[in-house]
């Protein structure tokens, strides 16, 4: 099978969006589900969070960073590329109800999985408050989109260059602590965001959902790669998740396990960077 | 009586630095001798030991005749994946026990004869097959492991219009993501697969069922949906320290090994931590494939742990002796009690209790009964989890009415029909993990009990 690229631009530094032709997983796609991908026969399958799917054009969006060798061969393709494969609609979907009032908050490129998150909570009837953060307001992605689905959007960047000088957690804590009554706070970001924001909002009881990123390989529940701790319980974040309550999950294991393959990755990467300017 | 011809395999000092096939076949001269060992019996029982019934005397009987090519082609009247069957049955427990020369000596050596002739078409190239009058019916097929793969060829082979659906990027289920290299080539696998897409059979990978599509809808689009799905969900011990790094389930090892090749990283891009003290706990066929494997990524040493004694090890008997030529080591009535963590999270070692064998168990196996206080850790940096399998619940998520047995297992009757009217189910899926022969047994009784449906028109019960 192939899948074409209808359309792929850089939207921040080293972050690119892709629009992929799979009109069978645009289909059966919703919030908070998965793909997995692979470029072609000699690649690894990848993982990577739907950021927005359209049905009647029957494309799914995904929107990732150069962090690797897999990623950065993905940000050299061109539109009408086609990748080898791309399976999904993976995980089971964001638990999304009418609750009131839903924080929803994305840091870095985990900003991409939440904007479908976001239409959906507004569609459900909530009020959605956005807070989105990166180091600085050149990696800030999604922006407009993100301010045009929520009620609410709030800017944090690390250096101050937009928004709030600070973390997401900050202002998350600031809307806490004002007199909104919160039903819910959904956050998808790098582990360690993600490890902060549940233990700053343990104290006030509100309910705090993560979408955890282990390293996967099926995606389908038949190798237990993905598998993480919560609640004590081990679980295959692939099949049960990939979101969980932040409250029950143990991050460290997910970061250690996030650390298992570091020296291969860096091995694969140089490989690649040194067939690269060969081919130049 | 002539004795049975031995198979020419490739040495262990030399196999254990490849993936290169152990077994190396018959020569032509081999093959002629060993069918020449055949009695041609007029009440074959190795027929009858074959779950999709071979014509065993028939395709032996052209062999010795030297027509190598109808040999083959009297094999493919019942079997489309001749050169896998040849190569992964456990033909000691099937055909070749109820040989007749078994009762005295040696049975002939049915799946090296077998393996002759699908190498011999191979070597030529296969003849594509003649494609069956369209009768207009559409079957969907999910999973194209061996169930699935043969049902699709019986099912085409009738004339009906084949739809396989198969959630991983490539077909053959455990044919290609389980067994290894050395066992069974994936080009061999990939070669069989094409045939069967001769007969018209259109595969489509990466097409999730249960999340793309639910078998309701499936059955609302198809005359007749057949599952064969497997048994791919891997079981944990449920110890102390099974999620630290280092600790793999032998499906994810076996994955990244076989379907990903990571073996061959970094030309492939897929990791796989190279230990250099392995321990694989489990007995079967999966565990002696794991622990080979994991030899030939370059351990030190590579053992097998398995609870009960060598009498009860369920691997097949010439894959434990090819282990044990390899240099795996077997510690046999011991079991893991906690998997210990070093620095990083890692896999230090295991710590194991001795067993002994009470009273047989409702398997029939004698039970191991672990000897109190005799704990002790063996080291290891790996540790790979092959204690089984059970079916993948995923799958059956939004099919209404669908009956499953407590294990996950998908209940049908004997001619292979599930609760749901158009639907019919067989291998793994329904009887937890098996055999790929027993696999293809029950694709084949399947596919005719559709096909009697879809002649009939009528409801299959």
């Known amino acids: ?280 | 009586m002539a004795s049975r011809q031995a198979m020419p395999h490739q040495d262990p000092k030399e196999r254990i630095r490849n993936f290169d096939e152990v077994a190396l076949g018959y020569s032509k001269e081999q093959a002629l001798a060993e069918a020449a060992r055949c009695l041609e019996c007029k009440n074959p029982g190795c027929v009858q030991g074959c779950p999709v019934n071979v014509d065993i005397p028939g395709f032996i009987a052209q062999v010795k005749a030297g027509n190598f090519d109808e040999g083959i082609a009297t094999i493919k009247l019942t079997n489309s994946l001749a050169a896998v069957c040849g190569r992964v049955c456990p033909q000691e427990v099937q055909c070749e026990d109820l040989c007749v020369l078994a009762k005295k000596g040696e049975p002939v050596a049915i799946g090296r004869l077998e393996r002759f002739c699908a190498d011999h078409e191979r070597k030529k190239g296969v003849v594509a097959p003649v494609q069956a009058q369209p009768t207009g019916k559409h079957v969907a097929v999910i999973g194209a492991g061996p169930a699935g793969l043969t049902a699709a060829a019986d099912l085409a082979k009738a004339g009906h219009d084949v739809t396989v659906f198969e959630s991983l990027h490539d077909t053959g289920g455990v044919l290609t993501y389980g067994i290894p290299e050395f066992r069974l080539p994936k080009s061999i696998v990939k070669e069989e697969v094409d045939y069967i897409k001769q007969l018209g059979v259109d595969v489509k990978v990466d097409y999730v069922i249960g999340k793309i599509k639910t078998l309701d809808e499936l059955r609302e689009e198809y005359d007749a949906v057949f599952l064969g799905t497997g048994a791919g969900l891997p079981r944990f011990m449920g110890i102390e320290g099974e999620n630290l790094n280092g600790v793999y389930s032998a499906n994810e090892f076996l994955t990244r090994v076989n379907l990903m090749k990571a073996y061959r990283f970094p030309d492939y891009d897929t990791p796989i931590k190279r230990g250099k003290r392995v321990i694989v706990v489990g007995g079967g066929n999966v565990a002696m494939d794991a622990a080979r494997s994991a030899l030939r990524l370059g351990a030190d040493e590579v053992s097998i742990v398995y609870r009960r004694s060598e009498e009860e090890l369920p691997a097949r008997k010439e894959e434990v002796e090819n282990a044990r030529e390899e240099g795996i080591i077997f510690r046999l009535l011991i079991n893991p009690v906690r998997i210990l963590e070093g620095e990083n999270m890692a896999v230090k070692g295991v710590e194991c209790i001795r067993m002994e064998l009470g009273e047989p168990d409702g398997s029939g196996r004698r039970r191991p009964v672990p000897l109190e206080g005799s704990e002790y850790v063996l080291d290891a940096d790996i540790v790979i989890i092959a204690i089984g399998t059970s079916p993948n619940p995923m799958i059956l998520s939004g099919s209404e009415g669908l009956e499953v047995g407590s294990s996950g297992t998908i209940i049908v009757d004997g001619s292979g029909k599930t609760s749901l009217d158009n639907v019919c189910a067989g291998g793994d899926a329904v009887t937890g993990a098996a055999t790929v022969i027993s696999a293809m047994g029950a694709g084949k009784i399947a596919a005719r009990t559709i096909n009697k449906y879809l002649e009939s028109d009528s409801s299959m019960g």
């Open chain 1, 1 to 280: 099978m192939s899948y074409k690229i209808l359309e792929k631009k850089q939207i921040a530094p080293q972050v690119h969006l892709m629009k992929v032709l799979a009109p069978d997983v645009a289909k059966a796609s919703k919030a908070g589900q998965f793909i997995i991908l692979r470029i072609d026969e000699t690649s690894e399958r990848i993982p990577l969070t739907i950021a927005d799917f359209d049905a009647e054009q029957g494309y799914v969006t995904i929107i990732f960073q150069e962090m690797g060798k897999t990623t950065k061969q993905l940000a050299k393709m061109k539109d009408e590329d086609e990748l080898q494969d791309f399976a999904g609609p993976l995980g089971t979907p964001a638990d999304v109800r009418d609750l009131g009032t839903v924080i929803l908050v994305g840091g870095g490129v985990g900003i991409a999985p939440v904007y479908p998150q976001v239409k959906a909570y507004r569609e459900a009837g909530n009020k959605v408050i956005s807070v989105i953060g990166a180091r600085n307001k050149d990696l800030l992605i999604l922006e407009d989109e993100m301010r045009d689905a929520s009620d609410e959007l709030h800017v944090a960047t690390d250096d101050g260059s937009k928004g709030h000088h600070g973390f997401v957690t900050d202002v998350v804590k600031q809307i806490l602590d004002s007199s909104e009554d919160v039903a819910r706070i959904v956050v998808i970001g790098p582990p360690i965001l993600m490890k902060v924001a549940a233990g700053m909002t343990q104290p006030y009881g509100v309910e705090t959902i993560v979408s955890l990123n282990p390293i996967m390989i099926d995606g389908t529940g038949m190798c237990g790669g993905c598998r993480v701790s919560v609640g004590g319980e081990t679980k295959f974040a692939c099949v049960d998740g990939p979101e969980f309550d932040a409250h029950k999950v143990d991050f460290n294991l997910l970061m250690s396990r996030l650390a298992l393959y570091r020296s291969e990755e860096s091995e694969c990467l140089q490989n690649h960077e040194c067939t690269c300017k060969g081919d130049n």
